[in-house]
């Protein structure tokens, strides 16, 4: 790959997966080439299916006494998530399934905020009747209900940059909190665009308990995001990744028996 260092390969490897798999081709805008999807889904997802299969297998082991070899392909698992784009529209492999940026319609799109950073948006969601009502109400354009133009389906679609204006033209006036706020309240499905370290600070994350503060040797406190699933009698506390040989030692005594003279003869060699 022309890179080197293990994060370089590990992420040279999402990368091709998610290339092979199709996800590249349905990112970005409609006009522009495929993109690289920001985040590392293929590796990490791979890790996830096959978690899934050794935990099937396990239990067909503890059921029948077989056991079997499991093989899993980056590629295919990652085909997995594009499911949507190819069910919905590339018409089951008949065509390809086309890029749509951020949106394509007013009801599902992502509307800029005030002050207008580089990631003061909001994402809204609004996919039923009922919700693009709650959306128009809530903007103060009731007057959009009732306007031939976007009268049905086909027409919001046909005269969609119209509805998208008339919408940035409200997200505009309002900070990304204070339009979620509004929206969430109406009932219209919408998040504030959080970055990274906007990740770390969120209320409600916080109020969840999924940003952890750990002790790190070399780098004192530091705040780690946890993990989503949440088991009951299974809590394990995060903690922090051991130095470069910090348990060397210990290993040495308690797995191999071997005695405090021999480590250190070990080390005056530089042996370890």
């Known amino acids: 790959f022309g890179t080197s260092g293990p994060y370089a390969n590990y992420k040279c490897f999402d990368m091709v997966a998610q290339s092979a798999a199709g996800s590249y081709s349905v990112t970005g805008e409609s006009d522009g080439p495929p993109m690289r999807p920001g985040a590392c889904v293929a590796d990490s997802g791979t890790g996830m299916q096959m978690a899934l299969a050794i935990t099937a297998a396990y239990v067909q082991k503890q ?61 809204i969601v609004a996919v039923t009747d009922r919700m693009w009502k709650d959306l128009c109400n809530a903007i103060g354009r009731e007057d959009l209900l009732t306007d031939e133009r976007f009268s049905s ?32 309240e109406a009932g219209v499905p919408v998040s504030a665009v959080l970055d990274t370290h906007e990740l ?13 503060k750990v002790e790190h040797k070399e780098h004192g406190e530091i705040p780690l995001l946890g993990w989503a699933p949440r088991m009951s009698e299974s809590q394990v506390p995060i903690q922090a990744a051991p130095l470069l040989s910090e348990h060397t030692d210990e290993i040495l005594r308690d797995e191999l028996g071997l005695g405090e003279d021999d480590i250190d003869a070990l080390h005056q060699d530089d042996i370890i």
């Open 153 to 184: 389906r086909e027409n919001q679609y046909r005269n969609a940059d119209m509805l998208i204006s008339a919408v940035t033209d409200w997200s505009k006036q309002h900070t990304k909190d204070q339009a979620m706020k509004i929206l969430a």
């Open 63 to 123: 059921r029948t006494g077989k056991g079997q070899l499991i093989e899993i392909s980056m590629q295919e698992a990652m085909i997995y998530y594009m499911r949507t784009a190819v069910s919905m529209t590339a018409s089951w492999g008949e065509m390809p399934a086309s890029r749509g940026g951020n949106g394509t319609s007013a009801g599902m799109n992502t509307y800029p905020c005030s002050p207008l950073g580089p990631n003061d948006y909001i994402t």
């Open 200 to 212: 770390f600070t969120d209320p409600h994350l916080l109020h969840r308990g999924f940003i952890h």
